[in-house]
């Protein structure tokens, strides 16, 4: 480190409101979102592996159940996910099957909107439902983080949030950024956007070395860094991409599954005690084609698998209310078909970690929802 | 910003010291169309598509041929090489953006390459990228926006981002031929059709449904690469053998052409479908004039479009006629890209090495030719305005004062590059550094200059 980030700190504080972020926060749980861009495919990854259909429709691309990872006597993790079976085995992991946002069309973009804003339908809502979700937390304001270089929509809104991405570009010297901060003063975005990378960056220097290469276990580690401090944030998001498979499937998904499997790890390795305290969500926009396509891949689904994860989750278990893959049990004939609804179980998970008020909290997170608790208990109390 | 400055900036590339603020702002545009080089000298020395196919058939060729535990070191090499070539089409599509005496023209390459997206996170094509943009979108942006697409979706390296080249029709003679043989990853596939729709003309929620999809993506199969050994320039093949035969029912109407004519009038329908004209004059209008253009403005851009039979250069003529693209506020946050082509043009560069233009871009959050999806990048302020991405600006606005040490004097090019558009705080900070590095970094990071 070329710079000593405390004493700039120090000197930032001087120049800017003194707003002390980060600082005692009302709540000691971590909820974490996973975002995976590009509509994971749930079936090779909780695979429904007894399941007759599942290995006649897959074909070459079903997964051989000798080397999946058995679950129960009806699902079986892809075998890239071993430390995600390890936390199974250990009650803090929970694997959700056939569920989908309300969205039911397959354009990536407008998924992930859905996904993200908690909207019924795409671009109804501006803002993102973890946003939302920070306006009924005790204390509000500046305890989230997004681990990219721009606010994720999902993150976007009213309330304040900070990103950070590891940066391997020399750090500007101490000298500059505080002229940079007189500069912004008058224009209200710039200044609100400089004070947050300003405190990002001031966090992240007492645990990172110089720029160091992304990968899933790196930004792991350093999310964990985050938030695994007294004084850190709370709330975070990961985005990872790549998980549109439409050909050349087994490789690719295979490579994916292994970073988001490092990723667990490092979380679950950085964040030491606090550990007991997290929730991991991993979540998709949609699922994949039941069928494999013409192209050794799978084309865009609907119902997909979601993960929960952490030392605060009731573990060990698999939800769904499982609708089959024969043909008569498909959505529109190709899709597995959702009998979950995800934004129902993000809600009723987001109320259990932070104790809110079930109804309200589904209620501002997504609310075109049908109303209704998820039949499941998520977290251990 | 003043009238020239916003010439300079919102249309063009941002000025170079050199650059005498035009009187006549919109003459001065408009006379880029007939000045506009297609192919300039920073993109000729690279290797064109005919020979980049023709070093993918060899590639796939030797793959074939080789024994089984040879192969992946023989895709490794290729994929080496498709590196080197990405690099070099990096730096053509830099220097280029940066000598060019077009820069309007020069920006709309940038806008219709992003519009028509291909990923180099498909790895396959990174050696292919930059022939993408050479030779389906430079000769074609002051087109017709149907000749401009069908470049696109006929060249290789959509063909294989998209998987079209392995598309085939379920009841084509190799289909058939396929499924009784058993082969396995060998059928249709939707994807190029689906954003042809999606993305590239119609857009999303404008009607079609799934069964439209798969229609046109029948419609498709035949297009593809062209053979091993073919010889030629040719970048594009019809394999009848490969096509679904019989009629196709698109939007409600029955093609009943055949083979390669048959996804070519859906093309022209979807070209000339109302839908298209609006998505993309928004397209366009939030490219050069707001993140939430003014509807009027869209409007105007549609119905030119519609009735020049998509005319792009009349398209281009009625946004610089619009008063709304006039607006003195500038609420355009500049992306990445914009950036930093407008700080190296106003540092003077004229080139820059293409491993440090491309790191440079990735460092940025913007990697050419990398967007994460075929939609591109996103062309708003949300995208762009964050706090991390903010303070990388800041990064590498002091390595490029760094760079260029105090042979250049910020008080005096802050408002030759920002004529009429610099404010008195951002001169007085100038003004104020402790070195010419420091102003010079505070100038490409000054709220003026970071928007547009």
């Known amino acids: 480190m070329s710079v000593d980030r405390r004493s700039f700190l120090g000197a930032a504080t001087l120049l800017a409101a003194p707003k002390i972020v980060f600082a005692q926060a009302a709540t000691e749980r971590r909820f974490i979102f996973i975002i995976q861009r590009g509509a994971a495919d749930g079936l090779n990854t909780v695979i429904p592996y007894a399941e007759p259909a599942y290995a006649s429709l897959r074909g070459a691309l079903a997964i051989d159940p000798a080397a999946a990872l058995k679950l129960d006597g009806t699902f079986a993790l892809h075998p890239a996910l071993p ?243 024969a043909q008569a049990n498909l959505f529109e004939g190709r899709d597995l078909k959702p009998t979950l609804g995800l934004d129902i179980l993000i809600a009723s998970t987001c109320a259990e970690a932070f104790k809110l008020d079930p109804e309200k909290t589904a209620l501002t997170l997504f609310p075109g929802a049908v109303r209704g608790n998820s039949p499941f208990r998520l977290l251990r109390t | ?183 396995r990853g060998r059928g249709l596939n939707e994807n190029l059709a689906r954003e042809i729709m999606e993305l590239h003309t119609l857009g999303v929620r404008s009607g079609y449904a799934q069964e439209d999809v798969t229609e046109f993506a029948r419609a498709l199969t035949g297009w593809t690469l062209p053979g091993d050994g073919s010889g030629g320039d040719a970048t594009f093949r019809f394999v009848p053998a490969l096509h679904e035969p019989g009629p196709r029912t698109i939007l409600g109407k029955v093609y009943s052409e055949d083979g390669e004519q048959q996804a070519r009038a859906v093309i022209h329908d979807l070209v000339t479908a109302p839908a298209t004209a609006l998505h993309i004059a928004r397209k366009l209008a939030r490219h050069f004039v707001a993140d939430d253009p003014p509807q009027a403005l869209v409007l105007r851009l549609a119905d030119t479009f519609t009735r020049t039979g998509g005319d792009l250069v009349s398209v281009y003529r009625e946004l610089v006629a619009s008063a709304e693209a006039w607006q003195p506020s500038t609420v355009k946050f500049k992306s990445p890209w914009d950036w930093s082509i407008s700080s190296l043009r106003a540092l003077g560069r004229r080139s820059m090495p293409p491993t440090q233009a491309s790191n440079l871009m990735t460092q940025l959050g913007q990697p050419v030719w990398r967007p994460g999806s075929p939609a591109g990048y996103n062309d708003s302020a949300a995208s762009w305005a964050a706090p991390d991405a903010l303070m990388r600006r800041v990064e590498v606005a002091q390595r490029f004062a760094q760079q260029a040490g105090d042979a250049i004097d910020a008080r005096s090019l802050a408002p030759r590059v920002l004529p009429g558009a610099l404010t008195e705080a951002t001169a007085a900070a100038i003004a104020r550094a402790e070195s010419a590095g420091t102003a010079l970094a505070l100038l490409l990071v000054s709220p003026e200059f970071l928007r547009r």
């Open chain 1, 83 to 325: 430390k995600l079976r390890e936390l199974y085995g250990a009650g803090e992991a929970s694997f959700l099957h056939a569920v989908a946002s309300p969205y039911r069309d397959r354009s990536h973009f407008d998924g992930q909107n859905v996904l993200e804003t908690g909207g019924k339908a795409p671009y109804q809502l501006k803002d993102g439902w973890m946003n939302r979700l920070l306006g009924l937390l005790p204390r509000g304001g500046k305890e989230a983080i997004a681990f990219s270089p721009a606010v994720p929509l999902a993150l976007q809104g009213a309330a304040e949030v900070t990103t950070y991405a590891p940066s391997t570009l020399p750090q500007a010297n101490d000298d500059l950024l505080m002229r940079v901060e007189q500069l912004y003063a008058p224009d209200p975005q710039l200044r609100a956007l400089w004070a947050s990378a300003l405190e990002a960056r001031g966090m992240a220097g007492e645990r990172m070395g110089g720029g160091s290469r992304q990968n899933a276990a790196a930004i792991g580690k350093i999310a964990a860094g985050f938030l695994a401090r007294a004084d850190g944030p709370r709330i975070a998001m990961i985005e990872t991409s790549g998980w549109d498979t439409h050909s050349g499937q087994d490789a690719r998904l295979a490579a994916q599954l292994r970073g988001l499997d490092g990723l667990i790890g490092a979380l679950r390795e950085g964040l030491g005690p606090v550990w007991g305290q997290t929730v991991v969500l991993v979540a998709t926009e949609f699922g994949r084609t039941v069928a494999a396509n013409g192209t050794g891949g799978t084309d865009h689904g609907t119902a997909s698998a979601a993960m929960l994860v952490g030392g605060a989750v009731q573990g060990g278990r698999i939800l769904a209310d499982w609708p089959g893959l």
């Open chain 2, 1 to 183: 910003m003043t009238p020239p400055a916003l010439a300079l900036n919102r249309f063009g590339l941002g000025a170079r010291p050199d650059d005498v603020p035009p009187a006549d702002p919109q003459r001065w545009l408009l006379a880029q169309f007939d000045a506009y080089e297609p192919l300039p000298a920073a993109w000729k020395p690279l290797a064109r598509t005919p020979a980049l196919v023709s070093t993918w058939n060899t590639m796939q060729r030797s793959v074939r041929q080789a024994p089984e535990g040879q192969r992946s070191s023989i895709r490794e090499a290729y994929l080496r090489q498709g590196s080197v070539e990405y690099q070099a089409g990096v730096g053509a599509r830099t220097s280029s953006a940066l000598q060019t005496s077009t820069p309007f023209v020069e920006r709309l390459v940038h806008f219709w390459s992003n519009h028509f997206a291909v990923s180099v996170d498909k790895l396959l094509i990174v050696g292919l990228a930059g022939g993408f943009e050479a030779d389906a979108i430079r000769p074609n942006v002051l087109g017709r926006f149907e000749d401009l697409l069908l470049a696109v979706v006929r060249h290789p390296t959509m063909m294989l981002y998209l998987d079209q080249a392995q598309s085939i029709g379920p009841r084509s003679m190799m289909g058939s031929r396929a499924r009784e043989a058993q082969q």
